[in-house]
């Protein structure tokens, strides 16, 4: 069995509110907590406001049904001059289930940039000048 990587982000229940006609959690709904776990350390590394620009490489394994323990990991893969791009996985623990194994359900690249007050892209500090966005 292989491990979340990353450090854990966020963990959040599956509600019935949650699903599409055949009783699985959207998509979306899980892809929302993503982007939220992503931009935790992209705000932390930024020290600031970051608004995400770019989702690639997104894959689905395993759908998550009502009541799974979703839990978020995330690792900043790379920043450049303004930007951050993190992996982020999820896994998902069934809560009905005694000493049940967690499983990787989804993962994907986020892209997010820094921004000022004027929600213009901004040099992450530590950024070297002319270095990629």
């Known amino acids: 069995m292989s491990e979340p990587a990353g450090r854990l982000v966020g963990r959040v ?3 019935p509110a949650d699903t599409n006609p ?16 992503g931009a935790t350390p992209a705000f932390e590394l930024a020290q600031g406001r970051c608004v995400t ?6 894959v ?19 920043s450049g001059r303004t930007s ?3 992996h982020v996985e999820a896994w998902k623990r069934s809560r009905n289930e005694a ?4 499983v990787r359900v989804t993962e994907g690249v986020f892209t997010y940039v820094a921004i000022g007050d004027d929600r213009k892209p901004r040099a992450l500090p530590g950024a070297l000048p002319g270095a990629a966005a």
């Open 99 to 102: 000493h049940a194994e967690a």
């Open 22 to 37: 055949e009783g699985d959690i959207f998509g979306g709904w899980l892809l929302a907590h993503m982007d939220l776990a």
């Open 13 to 15: 229940i599956a509600m």
């Open 60 to 78: 689905f394994h395993q759908p998550v049904s009502v009541g799974d323990e979703v839990s978020l990991h995330a690792t900043v893969l790379k």
């Open 84 to 86: 951050i791009r993190v």
């Open 53 to 58: 620009v770019a989702l690639d490489a997104m």
